[in-house]
C-alpha cells in the first residue's frame, strides 16, 4: 500500500524551528516528485515547497522561501522541510504529497498520494 | 506567481444535480491545471490532473474541461459522497498556487 506519515510537528514559539519529516512506503520513492502542502486553521490548501525526484529542483512558495529548506533522502525513503524563523502565521497542518510519474520527475500533473498531516503550532 | 480565481466559493446543490465550478488563471498554464476534493478533517484527494484527465478510481461522473485561462470542473449526477470543499491548482511555474476553494454543500 502507497502510504506517506508525517512527523515533526508540534508546539514552537515564534522564531524557533522545526523540522517534518515524511516517510514514504508502497513506491519507489527516488522516482517520484515531493510536496508540501499547509492549510491553516479555517482556510484554503497552500503550496508551501516541492522538489524533484532526483532532488535537482526545488521550488518555495514566496511567504517561506529563505526560512524553509526542503530535502529528501532517497535511501531512507524520506522527505523532509526545515523550518526555520517560524511565524505565527505558519501554524497550519503540513501535509506531505507525492506526485504521479511526469516528464523531468516533476510535479506536472498534481498530487495524487497525501499524508494524514502533521500539526505546526507556533506560538509563545 | 500566477493568481487562481475560483467560483463560486460556495454553492448547494441536490442530489443528481449537474454541478459547475469554474477556475480561472491570470496568465497562461497550458493544461497544467490539477482538481481536489477535500472533506472535513480529512487530506485532499486528486480528481482530474492536466486539465481533464481522470485521475484512477476516481468516479466518471466527474470530468474537467480547458477553454483558454478557463478550466472548468463537472460534477454531473451529483451524489451524497460528494460533499466537501473543490481546489484548483496550477502546476504550470512555480509557486505552485491553489484556487480559494469551492465548498459544496448538499
Known amino acids: 500500500e502507497v502510504q506517506l506519515l508525517e512527523s515533526g510537528g508540534g508546539l514552537v514559539q515564534p522564531g524557533g524551528s522545526l523540522r517534518l519529516s515524511c516517510a514514504a512506503s508502497?513506491?519507489?520513492?527516488?522516482?517520484?516528485?515531493m510536496s508540501w502542502v499547509r492549510q491553516a486553521p479555517g482556510k484554503g490548501l497552500e503550496w508551501v515547497s516541492g522538489?524533484?525526484?532526483?532532488?535537482?529542483?526545488?521550488d518555495y512558495a514566496d511567504s517561506v522561501k529563505g526560512r524553509f529548506t526542503i530535502s529528501r533522502d532517497n535511501s531512507k525513503n524520506t522527505l523532509y522541510l526545515q523550518m526555520n524563523s517560524l511565524r505565527a502565521e505558519d501554524t497550519a497542518v503540513f501535509y506531505c504529497?507525492?506526485?504521479?510519474?511526469?516528464?523531468?520527475?516533476?510535479?506536472?500533473?498534481?498530487?495524487?498520494?497525501w499524508g494524514q498531516g502533521t500539526t505546526v503550532t507556533v506560538s509563545s | 506567481d500566477i493568481q487562481m480565481t475560483q467560483s463560486p466559493s460556495f454553492l448547494s446543490a441536490s442530489v443528481g444535480d449537474r454541478v459547475t465550478i469554474t477556475c480561472r488563471a491570470s496568465?497562461?498554464?497550458?493544461?497544467?491545471l490539477n482538481w481536489y476534493q477535500q472533506k472535513p478533517g480529512k487530506a485532499p484527494k486528486l480528481l482530474i490532473y492536466?486539465?481533464?484527465s481522470l485521475q484512477s478510481g476516481v468516479p466518471s461522473r466527474f470530468s474537467g474541461s480547458r477553454s483558454g485561462t478557463d478550466f472548468t470542473l463537472t460534477i454531473n449526477s451529483l451524489q451524497p459522497e460528494d460533499f466537501g470543499t473543490f481546489y484548483c491548482?496550477?502546476?504550470?511555474?512555480?509557486?505552485?498556487?491553489f484556487g480559494q476553494g469551492t465548498m459544496v454543500e448538499i
Open positions: 504529497a507525492k506526485s504521479p510519474l511526469a516528464p523531468g520527475g516533476t510535479d506536472r500533473y498534481g498530487m495524487d498520494v
Open positions: 522538489m524533484s525526484s532526483s532532488g535537482g529542483s526545488t
Open positions: 492536466a486539465a481533464s
Open positions: 508502497g513506491f519507489t520513492f527516488s522516482s517520484y516528485a
Open positions: 491548482q496550477q502546476s504550470y511555474s512555480a509557486p505552485r498556487t
Open positions: 496568465q497562461s498554464i497550458n493544461s497544467y
